[in-house]
């Protein structure tokens, strides 16, 4: 038995459903390229740091770059390589607001980069709001300050009111690296180094280590005792940094447990478990 035959009028209404459907794809992503103002051709074709400097630099206001500035190595690598290309404005997120160890080392950095702006990381609001290592009774009180909760594109949009710019009008550099991991590598490799649409650039994304290394040995830049304490610059109130502040830094330790107060338990259990011959 052989199949119905299509008529012709069904054909030809295949034909024209298929050709609407083509125009509405093609003129719903010129609609989204004109509606973000974002170019994603142009984006994909930003492969070298000069094309990446002079794509920056005609869209970015005055010239002028924010730099999330942490004192680490990538953060003084992305500082080497825009130096001489936009006027720079570091800032920190601090997690613990008044750590000695890295308020001086902050006041040293200001020498050469200029005055160095200082804002809570998200994660401190994330983590006093979810009463992480908190003490007990304080859970209640934490819990009806409702404090707000903000992500770093937030915090960049605040540091560019307080730095006295337009709202929305400045690129923040970040100093990541596609060499960091494979989902660092795989999301450069598929968005290049220029987010438009979240107003950041990464400089040294395409830097590996050992040239990393290189630029700080050249620039002659001193790292902070942080890398002598946990290997690389404080990130949170977890057992590393707690415990390297306590051995370290005493007074630092205490100021952490001012605001996380029951880290000294994971530290009390550490040591107890080092007593007992642990590594």
């Not at 680490?72 to 920190?92: C, E, L």
Request: with cysteine.
């Amino acid at each position: 038995i052989m199949p119905p035959v299509p008529s012709i009028a069904f054909s030809i209404a295949l034909r024209d459903g298929l050709r609407h459907i083509l125009i509405f794809f093609v003129a719903s992503f010129f609609a989204v390229l004109c509606f973000t103002g974002l170019s994603a051709l142009e984006v994909a074709m930003i492969t070298t740091f000069d094309e990446m400097i002079a794509h920056v630099q005609e869209k970015t206001y005055e010239n002028n770059v924010l730099l999330s500035f942490s004192g680490g190595k990538d953060a003084w690598g992305t500082w080497i390589a825009i130096r001489d290309h936009f006027n720079v404005t570091p800032f920190y997120y601090y997690i613990v607001p008044g750590l000695e160890i890295i308020d001086e080392y902050l006041s040293r950095c200001e020498k050469r980069v200029g005055k160095i702006r200082q804002y809570p990381h998200p994660m401190l609001y994330d983590m006093l709001t979810s009463c992480t290592a908190q003490a007990p009774q304080r859970c209640w009180t934490i819990e009806h300050l409702e404090l707000p909760r903000f992500t770093k594109d937030d915090l960049h949009r605040c540091v560019e009111n307080d730095c006295g710019f337009p709202e929305k009008s400045c690129y923040v550099a970040l100093g990541l690296r596609a060499a960091d991991s494979i989902m660092r590598g795989s999301y450069f490799k598929k968005h290049g180094p220029v987010d438009d649409k979240r107003k950041v650039l990464s400089p040294i994304w395409d830097w590996n280590k050992a040239r990393l290394l290189e630029e700080l040995k050249t620039d002659g830049v001193k790292l902070s005792k942080e890398y002598e304490f946990f290997g690389r610059t404080f990130d949170g109130p977890v057992l590393l940094y707690s415990w390297g502040l306590k051995k370290h830094s005493p007074r630092d330790y205490a100021r952490l447990l001012e605001w996380f107060p029951m880290l000294e338990a994971e530290v009390w259990r550490y040591e107890r478990h080092l007593a007992k011959g642990g590594n």
